[in-house]
């Protein structure tokens, strides 16, 4: 493994008016790992990853990715670089369908201009085939060709998340930042993502996860970040965080000790 | 199946869009029917902001008006040729579009209303007191007729083939966007900014093309009006045609190149036929409205994509079926 860095926080610190969510946070994220994001609830895990995809950005600190400073640019900047993204709380297109929706996520890979797309329907027709074979390529990878063209708002929460990941996997990103993937589904889906998320990690992509569920957390990630109010207090492999005392502490206090130490079976 | 019934019911609708002039030799009713060819292209331009994208636009007739006076005083003050003006007003549409685009950026809702309100109502104080240019209330009088390759358009029955092919043109331009990775993306934004932000798409950019698409064709549109009607003036570019504008589009259904064009044909038609009531035909047509929007939400265009009558009161098809 190289340790070269994909990610790199640099002492970022967020204040809401008084509140500070996020304070003096540093973090380095190499390349070819899984790294989680674990804390607490409040903890600032959701505000870290919105300043890294560019939500707002940090009232202090610098971020990097790659080495580009992606600190003041806009989403779809970022998005662009190639970092995609999925949402805590679900953030589909309900009026659309599935492959609509993928669609969407594949739409910046296009190239044409208004103009040229009024006087050239030949052309046209030959890129938005090309984002019809992308959206079929991820829709089989992602298990849902069945339900192609059905409504998003009528799939199950599961089949919702898939969606949204197979969105976030459409424009080809290097990093997928994933928020709380596994939390709302049940066992056997949860397996199912976990899978799939290890499978994209396979196909060269770097992922960086905000998770609650131990389970998959301790199983898949090679490196774990822990914050508590905003603030980093543990960081290292699954093995150091389960041991460490301060994370047990401060995450699941004293008495939860044995259930950090996750065997890998369970999973 | 029902690819085929689409096709033939657009046939239908063409057939009689063709004939109703040559049958009908009123030229009263030959100028209701230019009407209604301007107004499909404005609503079809209206339906990419509002039904599509989501951006409430109360402005449509500042728009026109835009459109309407530009092409007005290129060929009457400026001795321009027609064609000229028509190129002026869709470069004024685009403008108008960058103009009213940019505060939809940070604008939201009914916000955004009255910011587009304003536009419009700023655009007809002008129109009206800037005396020196514009004729003020008077007017611009004498807009001179199309001519088109030395045929001069000089009734409201050759024009209406000329607008005809126009309404066409656009109508087939705008389904195509629709159905395309605009059309989707404008939909997307609707639904949910921030995603569409994090997929990489530049929000800035597709707000402002939306509003551009509305305000070129608005201005366009406006043109058409001038040149049909010969005779503007800024009372006709009021809060109320906005809203007019807003009804066709609502009233068709929102977000479909069909609903646009039912849209505009029955609120354009509607009160013409309505008039043998005298004193009552406005309050019928009020209803009549009303009633539209009560029992189909959906618009005209969804009684024939599919039973949305149902999903009014509560059934989905699916629980319909499943109760029989």
Request: net charge positive; glycine share 10%.
């Amino acid at each position: 493994m190289n340790n070269e860095t994909i990610l790199k926080v640099d002492h970022i610190t967020k204040r809401f008016s008084g509140l500070v969510a996020v304070n003096d946070l540093s973090l380095l994220m190499k390349k070819r790992t899984i790294h989680a994001l674990i804390g607490p609830n409040g903890s600032g895990k959701t505000t870290t990853v919105n300043q890294i995809t560019g939500a707002f950005p940090p009232t202090e600190g610098e971020i990097y990715y790659k080495g580009t400073c992606t600190t003041h640019m806009q989403p779809y900047q970022i998005a662009r670089l190639g970092i995609s993204r999925t949402f805590q709380n679900l953030k589909l297109f309900t009026s659309l369908s599935v492959l609509e929706n993928l669609m969407v996520g594949g739409h910046q890979m296009t190239k044409m201009g208004i103009l040229n797309f009024l006087i050239n329907p030949v052309k046209a027709k030959q890129e938005e085939a090309q984002l019809l074979e992308r959206a079929e390529e991820v829709l089989e990878y992602i298990g849902l060709k069945d339900l192609r063209d059905t409504n998003v708002k009528n799939l199950p929460y599961g089949k919702q998340k898939m969606t949204e990941f197979g969105r976030a996997l459409m424009m080809k990103p290097e990093l997928l930042i994933l928020d709380e993937p596994a939390a709302g589904l049940n066992p056997t889906e949860r397996k199912a993502f976990v899978d799939i998320i290890l499978k994209t990690f396979d196909t060269g992509i770097d992922i960086f996860l905000i998770e609650h569920n131990m389970d998959v957390v301790m199983n898949i990630c090679t490196d774990i970040t822990v914050l508590n109010f905003g603030a980093k207090i543990a960081e290292g492999s699954p093995y150091d965080i389960q041991n460490n005392d301060e994370v047990i502490k401060a995450y699941l206090g004293d008495k939860y000790k044995p259930i950090m130490a996750v065997k890998k079976e369970v999973l | 199946m029902r690819k085929s019934l689409k096709g033939a019911g657009i046939l239908l609708l063409l057939v009689i869009l063709v004939v109703v002039p040559i049958v009908d030799k009123n030229t009263y009713h030959h100028i209701v029917l230019c009407q209604t060819l301007v107004n499909i292209v404005v609503v079809t331009g209206l339906n990419f902001i509002t039904g599509l994208t989501g951006q409430m636009n109360m402005g449509t007739a500042g728009i026109m008006a835009m459109g309407a006076y530009s092409a007005a005083l290129c060929s009457t003050k400026f001795n321009f040729p027609i064609i000229v003006g028509f190129i002026v007003a869709i470069l004024m549409g685009l403008i108008v579009g960058k103009g009213l685009g940019y505060p939809s950026l940070r604008l939201k809702g009914v916000y955004l209303s009255l910011t587009t309100i304003g536009f419009s109502e700023i655009t007809r104080l002008v129109l009206t007191n800037w005396v020196d240019l514009t004729g003020g209330t008077m007017g611009v009088q004498n807009i001179p007729w199309i001519n088109l390759f030395g045929n001069k358009l000089d009734t409201s029955f050759k024009i209406y083939y000329f607008y005809l092919v126009i309404a066409i043109l656009v109508t087939i331009a705008s389904y195509r966007i629709i159905h395309s990775k605009w059309g989707r993306v404008f939909k997307a934004i609707k639904d949910n900014v921030e995603a569409v932000d994090a997929s990489g798409v530049d929000i800035a950019k597709m707000k402002i093309l939306a509003f551009t698409l509305a305000t070129v064709l608005g201005c366009f549109g406006g043109a058409m009006y001038a040149h049909m009607m010969g005779y503007i003036n800024p009372t006709t570019f009021t809060q109320d045609l906005s809203a007019n504008y807003l009804a066709m589009m609502m009233i068709g259904g929102i977000g479909t190149v069909g609903g646009s064009v039912l849209g505009a044909i029955v609120i354009t038609i509607l009160p013409e036929v309505l008039r043998f009531m005298e004193n009552y035909y406005w309050l019928v047509f009020s209803t009549i409205a009303l009633l539209f929007a009560i029992f189909l939400p959906n618009g005209i265009v969804s009684l024939f994509t599919g039973n949305k009558l149902l999903k009014r009161f509560g059934r989905t098809e699916k629980s319909f079926k499943g109760e029989e």
